[in-house]
């Protein structure tokens, strides 16, 4: 506590104090989008106070026109940006300012790399608000008070941007928030009037709520004294019109573009958009984005996400998940409705009608965008793809009804380009099919180059039979689901028999022929594997490898059986059928060896080697090396 018992001095986060460090070094060269962001900031806090105002008229305080309020001091050298909002209390104060709860903010940190161009985008894609104020501040002031407390109850926040701020009690006649940052050398032009002016028009065009600034006196007449006036008048600079209520052909490029900034306080521009109005048995209108750059907490299935909710043009939430499916969480953007009532909650959401209908039609209208997206070819798909692609796996399972439309929108690696860019979508795999070929073969592994150097792929190799690789945690999940394309099976190289049939009547013969002198072999090997796999039989699946590992035809993949273990679910009992390539000089090798204690070392050498290939964890890894280093030993000295 300070001398004065009413101001306190707390510490910032630590995550806050690497937070504003970076800002302040890293965004330098794009200074103006603190008034962005403060601005924002600002209609948010109005909104809010709308839609808390439908159910409580007291909070308004009997004012009731919302304005947002930029001043300048040239010779003060600050700049003041003010909102009539909901305002905040102690306790939302030190919440909001002090910390960053926000899902991700350590995986951020970390990726920070040092270099300022890369960590201004990473800035940009995690999102700053507030903070952004340090760039161009030494000092900055934050007096407000929340809506409907007395005036007695204001709160001023005070900090120079560095470990600590300051709190106190101060008296606010009006509630909502006020800003005021002390500008630092070198950023005096923030102070001027035209300059201010430009910035918001440039980025704040689009919001909803008046800014408004001093305006400039009448010029004077040529010859005539300027009038004495102590009378401030101001009047609104931006256009302050809902942008998604204008018509299309009235807005441009760059105006969607600075919305989308807007609601998703992100830096870059959006990859594509889609602005809709529906009028009919349902009329709502919509503004649809999908971002450049995938936000950190993607992977966090409890992340804030939806749209924001309007309805009759007034604010209702910030993140309506109800109007998309969880395998678009990263879709950005507005919904306003006139169907549904302005006392509107997340439980009227999950029973309304209404909203299953926008649902469906907002969810099919996401993935034409990005069917047009795909069809345009370009690096903007391949962007999205690398960003938001194992996102979009998971839809097959979620939305059943626009399953072959997802399909349509994945990409794979295969072993036709043989390169880890997924960048192969199915309907290019169907259309280098072979003519007797009715399946899409692919093959699940832990990375790219086990699935690429799978024993399971040489006969495909061989007969040129292209083969998906899959290697995303998602992938085996994917497939159980999405089981067929156009009509096509798919169908898991390494699980069941193979249906590959012999290129010749010779071939057939030859493999007939290994099969049957392998008889003896297999019965023998299956006897000292009885207990780690279900089955040992001779294949021609394998050209270069002795052997492999294949699931049952009804058994759980091997890739999905790691994921629950590790995750710590049960997994059903299940062993493995163990394949083995009669014609390998290895396994003819086994099946002349006498030493029945040195043939069970070699079956386990070879059970352990296939397991290994597959990308799967020995039981027993010592015992490996063992039975490794004594058939080394003995090889040596024959």
């Known amino acids: 506590m300070t001398a004065d018992v009413n101001k306190e001095t707390l510490g910032f986060q630590t995550e806050a104090k690497q937070l504003l460090h970076l800002m302040i070094h890293s965004l330098y060269s794009n200074q103006e989008i603190f008034l962005r962001e403060l601005i924002s900031n600002a209609s948010d806090a109005i909104d809010k106070l709308r ?24 010779d003060a050298n600050t700049i003041s940006i003010s909102d009539n909002g909901i305002g905040m209390n102690r306790d939302e104060v030190i919440e909001n300012l002090g910390t960053i709860a926000k899902s991700g903010t350590a995986a951020f940190l970390e990726s920070l790399t040092g270099d300022q161009k890369k960590d201004s ?3 940009g894609q995690f999102g700053v608000g507030f903070y952004s104020a340090f760039i161009v501040a030494d000092r900055v002031e934050v007096h407000t008070r929340k809506a409907g407390e007395e005036a007695g109850q204001g709160v001023l926040w005070e900090s120079h941007g560095e470990s600590e701020f300051s709190i106190e009690e101060r008296p606010r006649e009006e509630r909502g928030t006020s800003i005021t940052l002390h500008l630092k050398k070198g950023c005096e032009e923030f102070a001027e009037d035209y300059r201010v002016r430009s910035v918001i028009r440039k980025y704040s065009d689009h919001i909803s709520v008046p800014v408004m600034m001093v305006k400039p006196p009448a010029p004077t007449p040529e010859g005539e004294e300027a009038p004495e006036t ?96 969880l395998y678009l969480r990263f879709v950005k953007g507005v919904v306003d409705s006139n169907d549904l009532p302005l006392n509107v909650s997340r439980e009227i959401l999950q029973q309304d009608a209404s909203v299953d209908s926008m649902r469906s039609a907002l969810t099919k209208r996401v993935l034409d965008m990005l069917g047009k997206l795909a069809k345009a070819g370009g690096e903007d798909y391949a962007t999205f793809w690398k960003e938001f692609g194992q996102v979009l796996k998971e839809g097959p399972a979620e939305d059943f009804a626009n399953k072959e439309k997802i399909a349509g929108l ?59 690789l899959l ?55 299956g006897k000292i594997l009885e207990d780690k796999v279900t089955e040992v039989r001779a294949t021609g699946r394998l050209t270069e490898s002795p052997a492999c590992l294949v699931v049952g035809d009804h058994d759980m993949g091997a890739q999905m ?24 000089p290895l396994v003819t090798m086994l099946d002349q060896e006498p030493d029945e204690d040195r043939f069970a070392d070699l079956a386990n050498i070879l059970f352990d080697q296939a397991n290994l290939a597959e990308g799967g964890q020995l039981e027993d890894p010592a015992g490996y090396v063992s039975r490794l280093n004594k058939l080394l030993l003995q090889l040596s000295r024959d």
């Open 230 to 325: 102590t009378e401030v008048e101001y009047e609104a600079v931006n256009a302050a019109t809902a942008l998604w209520t204008r018509g299309r052909s009235d807005i441009s490029d760059e105006e969607y573009k600075e919305f989308y900034k807007h609601v998703s306080h992100d830096f870059e521009d959006p990859l594509t958009w889609s602005h809709n109005k529906v009028e009919g048995k349902l009329e709502y209108t919509s503004l649809l984005y999908i971002p450049r750059r995938a936000p950190f907490e993607m992977w966090n299935r409890e992340m804030v996400r939806g749209l924001k909710l309007y309805v009759q043009r007034t604010f209702i939430m910030d993140d309506a998940e109800q109007f998309l499916p």
């Open 410 to 468: 994945l990409r794979f690696s295969t072993t036709h380009a043989d390169k880890e860019d997924q960048d192969q979508s199915l309907a290019d795999y169907v259309s280098r099919m072979q003519e007797n070929q009715d399946k899409i073969y692919y093959v699940v592994a832990e990375n790219f180059n086990t699935a690429r150097n799978s024993p399971h792929l040489e006969v495909f190799r061989k007969k040129g039979v292209e083969v998906l």
């Open 121 to 123: 985008q990473l800035i």
């Open 51 to 74: 839609f808390a105002a439908l159910a409580d008229d007291k909070l308004l305080e009997g004012q009731g026109d919302y304005r947002i309020q930029v001043d300048v001091d040239k």
């Open 561 to 584: 059986r790691r994921i629950m273990e590790a995750a710590g679910q049960p997994v059903p009992e299940s062993k493995p059928i163990l394949e083995i390539n009669p014609g390998h």
């Open 471 to 525: 290697s995303d945690r998602v992938d085996d999940w994917l497939m159980n689901h999405l089981q067929e394309f156009e009509g096509k099976q798919f169908q898991d190289v390494a699980r069941g028999s193979l249906d590959l049939a012999p290129e010749s009547e010779d071939e057939k013969a030859e493999q007939e022929k290994l099969a049957k002198e392998s008889e003896a072999l297999v019965e023998r090997l």
